[in-house]
């Protein structure tokens, strides 16, 4: 994920704190998951359940490519 975009893991994990739902359907878009993305962004994050998991999927995986 993070070479998808070419940022640094600090930049990634402060975009996806403050703004999560948006990043994290911005990143499902990208990645061809293009209602999912949709969803993410109009329902913030899954009502904010989806930006928990992403969150800890970045703290323990640091690799959140394959989530």
Same mark, same amino acid.
């Given at each position: 994920?993070?070479?998808? !975009?070419?940022?640094? $893991?600090?930049?990634?994990?402060?975009?996806?704190?403050?703004?999560?739902?948006? /990043?994290?359907?911005?990143?499902? @878009?990208?990645?061809?998951?293009?209602?999912?993305?949709?969803? $993410?962004?109009?329902?913030?994050? !899954? !009502?904010? @359940?989806? /930006?928990?998991?992403?969150?800890?999927?970045?703290?323990?995986?640091?690799? !959140?490519?394959?989530?």
């Amino acid at each position: 994920m993070i070479n998808e !975009f070419g940022l640094d $893991y600090v930049v990634h994990l402060l975009l996806l704190i403050f703004v999560g739902a948006l /990043w994290g359907g911005v990143i499902r @878009i990208v990645r061809g998951k293009v209602l999912i993305g949709v969803l $993410y962004i109009l329902t913030g994050a !899954f !009502f904010g @359940i989806g /930006w928990i998991i992403d969150l800890i999927n970045m703290l323990t995986k640091k690799n !959140f490519a394959n989530g």
